[in-house]
């Protein structure tokens, strides 16, 4: 089942976020899709806050395509694949290398790079711009 929500600012956002982070579980891959601006790197960065990130420090990783995180015992990856050609495969960045380990990762222009299969659960977030701060987020699947 998918969640279709519209957040009017980034407070609203904020409170998905949380919502979100309340679901996250090790090993969930998160696609990312939407345009330049949508807010992509803003709801990577409000979930890592709540999941123990200093949030100045999350940042999107477009020119180094990944950035890691350490959370309690665990890593959460952020890749950004916006400066990537499209159907790019995972094994050019070594992508699949970070699927074989037991973290969180969230990824930015998932649209970019070839279909591969994933281990684990894997969610996918659409965001689509509705207005100057207004979102509507599709989030599929939505488990609670």
Not at 5 to 14: H, N, P, R
Not at 123 to 133: L, R
Request: with cysteine; hydrophobic share 40%.
């Amino acid at each position: 089942m998918n969640k279709r929500i519209i957040c009017k600012d980034t407070e609203e956002t904020k409170k998905l976020a949380e919502e979100f982070a309340s679901i996250l579980k090790d090993e969930d891959i998160v696609l990312f899709y939407g345009d330049l601006g949508a807010g992509k790197t803003f709801f990577v960065r409000s979930v890592c806050r709540l999941l123990g990130v200093k949030s100045d420090n999350v940042l999107s990783p477009t020119f180094s395509i990944v950035k890691t995180y350490k959370v309690k015992d665990s890593h959460i990856h952020h890749f950004d694949f916006y400066r990537m050609g499209k159907n790019v495969g995972a094994e050019f960045f070594e992508f699949e290398d970070y699927l074989q380990e037991k973290n969180i990762i969230f990824v930015e222009w998932a649209d970019r790079i070839k279909k591969t299969s994933f281990p684990g659960r894997v969610i996918s977030i659409t965001i689509n711009i509705k207005g100057e701060t207004e979102r509507e987020f599709i989030i599929d699947p939505w488990e609670s």
